[in-house]
Every structure is written in structure tokens, then in C-alpha cells.
């Protein structure tokens, strides 16, 4: 099955830890995503990136690091450095060309107290 | 700047009946506008979709209503079910760089009472 799977799908951490938050795809696509889910806000863009490589700072940034060294693979780290880290973390994965749909993976949810 | 505005924030629907969430967007560079389902501590799943050259695309009881003069679209399910209870997305992306950047709306959530 193509599909786009992340790991944990719960995650527990300290205040002060940093937390890498794992997601792989197997649709060969291209580009890959990072998002942050808080209630009510919607989506919001941490990270992109359109090759292995190369990745892009999105809207909130700030507090998160990542690295895409396979096509598959786009690992997101919460450092200690994000004030607010409890959200859902949504990543995703979309074609570079038309139609352009994006697809996302089941989530992870990451509490830090 | 919120770029892409949804609302209803929450819709209740009787079974049977026609749930209508609404989007606007102000970039015109936009050209892609898909409707995304959530269901709860599951990721975002496509529904459909448009593009700006059409003004209305089915899929079974989904269709999207786009008025491409106003800067609107609108989902439209007809015949709601409790099944479709779920929080719902609109966004719209635009190419950069061959690159598509999407936006999202602030969510719809959807009960349909049986």
C-alpha cells in the first residue's frame, strides 16, 4: 500500500528534551511537508521541502529543525528552543506536478510537560 | 494575514440535509482548491478538489461551488450522514518555484445528527 506513515503516533517528552518525529512515504513523491495542528488555527507550515537536501523554512519555524537525506524520509525535530511544542504534527507529501495533491500521514501527537 | 478564510467554525445538519462550509481567498495567483476531511486524531484526507477554470465539480454527494469573480468556493454535501461528522478543510495552493505552497482554512467542524 503507497502510503505516508508516522512514528510515534503518541509521544511523551520532558520540557527542555528535544524530540524527533519520524515520517516516511513510499508515493515517491517529491515534496514533502511539515505542519502544525493546534485547535482552531487550522495548518500551519514548519518546514518544506521540494528535494533531497534541500528544505525550506515555512511560516513557523522557529523552534524546529529537519533533515531530507532520502527522497522517503523527512524527520522533524522539536528542539527546546519551541516554546509552545504541544500540538499535533501532521506531515504530508505532494506530486511537483499537476495535479499537485497532497497527502497527508495519520499524525503525531506530542505533549511536553 | 490569514489567506485563505473559512466559515461556519461549526455546523450542525439534520440527517438528510445539505451541509455548506464556506471559503474566500484574496491571492489570484491561487490555482489549486481542495477540500480536505478530518477525522478525529486522523490525518487530513483529500475530498475534491477544483481549479479556478471551473465553476462547479462533483463527486457523489461532495460538489464545490467556485465563483472565481468573487474569490469564493463553497463545499456542498448533499444528503449529510452521521458518517460525514468530521472536521473539514478548505485550501488553496499556489506555484512557486515549481513548488506548490498550500493554505489552509481554520477548519469547519461538521455534526450531522441522526
Known amino acids: 500500500d503507497g502510503g505516508i506513515t508516522q512514528s510515534p503516533k503518541y509521544l511523551f517528552r520532558k520540557e527542555g528534551q528535544n524530540v524527533t518525529l519520524s515520517c516516511e512515504q513510499n508515493?515517491?513523491?517529491?515534496?514533502m511537508y511539515w505542519y502544525r495542528q493546534d485547535p482552531g488555527q487550522g495548518l500551519r507550515l514548519i518546514y518544506y521541502?521540494?528535494?533531497?537536501?534541500?528544505?525550506q523554512k515555512g511560516d513557523i519555524a522557529e523552534g524546529y529543525s529537519v533533515s531530507r537525506e532520502k527522497k522517503e524520509s523527512f524527520p522533524l525535530t522539536v528542539t527546546s528552543a519551541q516554546k509552545n511544542p504541544t500540538a499535533f504534527y501532521l506531515c504530508?507529501?505532494?506530486?511537483?506536478?499537476?495535479?499537485?495533491?497532497?497527502?497527508f500521514g495519520p499524525g503525531t501527537r506530542l505533549t511536553v510537560t | 494575514q490569514q489567506q485563505v478564510k473559512q466559515s461556519p467554525q461549526s455546523l450542525i445538519v439534520q440527517k438528510g440535509g445539505i451541509s455548506i462550509i464556506n471559503c474566500a481567498y484574496e491571492?489570484?495567483?491561487?490555482?489549486?482548491f481542495p477540500w480536505y476531511q478530518q477525522f478525529p486524531g486522523k490525518g487530513p484526507a483529500l475530498l475534491i478538489a477544483?481549479?479556478?477554470?471551473?465553476s462547479e465539480k462533483k463527486e457523489g454527494r461532495f460538489t464545490i461551488s467556485f465563483n472565481k469573480s468573487a474569490k469564493q468556493f463553497s463545499l456542498h454535501i448533499m444528503d449529510s450522514q452521521p458518517g460525514d461528522s468530521a472536521t473539514y478543510f478548505c485550501?488553496?495552493?499556489?506555484?512557486?518555484?515549481?513548488?506548490?505552497?498550500?493554505?489552509f482554512g481554520s477548519g469547519t467542524k461538521l455534526n450531522v445528527k441522526p
Open positions: 504530508a507529501s505532494s506530486t511537483q506536478a499537476g495535479p499537485y495533491e497532497q497527502y
Open positions: 508515493l515517491n513523491h517529491d515534496a
Open positions: 521541502s521540494q528535494i533531497v537536501n534541500d528544505f
Open positions: 491571492n489570484t495567483a491561487f490555482d489549486y
Open positions: 477544483i481549479r479556478p477554470d471551473v
Open positions: 485550501a488553496a495552493s499556489l506555484a512557486l518555484y515549481n513548488f506548490n505552497k498550500f493554505y
